[in-house]
């Protein structure tokens, strides 16, 4: 029956997870859209760099938006004979994308931007439209990053974490963005360019940022030491268990798989020696965000 519970608990979680990551992603996508060829459009007529390379930051929004739709998609597969644990791990994969598509895409502002500033002459004066765009652009991101930071954290998903602060790398690139429309319009035009710069080392940083914390935790990064304490103290607190050790974590999606050696009397018989590593595993499984936990019964030996 608990058995049944803790799968049903999981399952729902799961379901909810899932609808959570479609529904926010959908909404990204919707406003990203437009954006995009606002900014893009407005940038070209306007002359504004700094707004055209904002406008290529939300188009890379968009692909991010689908990316994260196919990896959610994806990850909710139960396991199968090729994946036994599961397909969790298609959000730390989406996540490594994520993070490559920001790297590229500050690089690439970086590389238009220096070329500008070393060439003055070639600044454009920008018409006022431009400054409204960005400002509304500035506002449509915010808002967009707070409720998708909220989805996330409520879901607990590090994957929606991640697209949301791309968004929120978005707004910041936009007042930027705003700043050096602004300077243009009061004659120094070179602010424009700089503008986009500033976007370009902010994207980047936050890319790499993305690429770095998804390939550690592919490689089996085991998760941060409060967690494990408290999942040690979980194994302690149950009735049988006197010691453990060999105890390793590894992140598998946003769950966690453990592995634990349980040291147990050794005059109790093998029956009731697995029974408590049995009850052991379930206090883990209900009280943490844990897939699995393969436990090892050993002889506790007295000092």
């Known amino acids: ?65 689908f990316v ?19 397909h969790h791990r298609y959000e730390n994969g989406a996540s490594l994308i994520l993070g490559s598509l920001l790297f590229i895409v500050g690089i690439g502002m970086l590389w238009s931007a220096i070329n500008k500033i070393n ?31 909220s989805v996330a954290t409520k879901v607990k998903s590090s994957m929606l974490v991640a697209n949301a602060w791309h968004a929120r790398s978005d707004a910041a690139s936009s007042l930027v963005v705003a700043l050096g429309i602004v300077g243009n319009l009061l004659g120094f035009k070179f602010l424009d360019p700089v503008a986009a710069l500033i976007v370009g080392l902010i994207v980047g940083k936050m890319g790499y940022s993305f690429m770095s914390e998804s390939l550690h935790d592919l490689m089996d990064r085991a998760v941060d030491g409060d967690t494990e304490e408290e999942i040690k103290a979980t194994l302690l607190a149950t009735e049988g268990v006197m010691s453990i050790h060999d105890f390793k974590t590894r992140k598998m999606g946003d769950l966690i798989v453990v592995d634990v050696h349980l040291e147990i009397d050794g005059e109790l018989s093998v029956k009731e020696g697995h029974d408590i590593a049995v009850r052991a595993r379930k206090a883990v499984l209900s009280n943490h965000r844990v897939l699995n936990v393969m436990t090892h019964v050993d002889p506790y030996t007295r000092s």
């Open 68 to 86: 994260v739709l196919v990896a959610n998609n994806k990850s909710k597969k139960e396991a199968d004979e090729d994946h036994n644990y599961g």
């Open 119 to 149: 060439n003055p002459g070639s600044i454009p004066e920008i018409h006022i439209v431009a400054l409204w765009v960005a400002l509304i652009a500035l506002v449509s991101k915010e808002l967009l990053f707070r409720y998708m930071l």
């Open 1 to 65: 029956m608990r058995k049944d519970k803790m799968a049903d608990t999981n399952n729902n979680e799961s379901h909810e997870r899932f609808h959570a990551a479609r529904k926010s992603t959908w909404v990204s996508v919707v406003v990203n859209c437009f954006l995009t060829l606002g900014q893009v459009i407005t940038g070209f007529f306007s002359g504004s760099q700094g707004l055209i390379a904002d406008g290529i930051h939300s188009l890379s929004d968009l692909i991010a938006d």
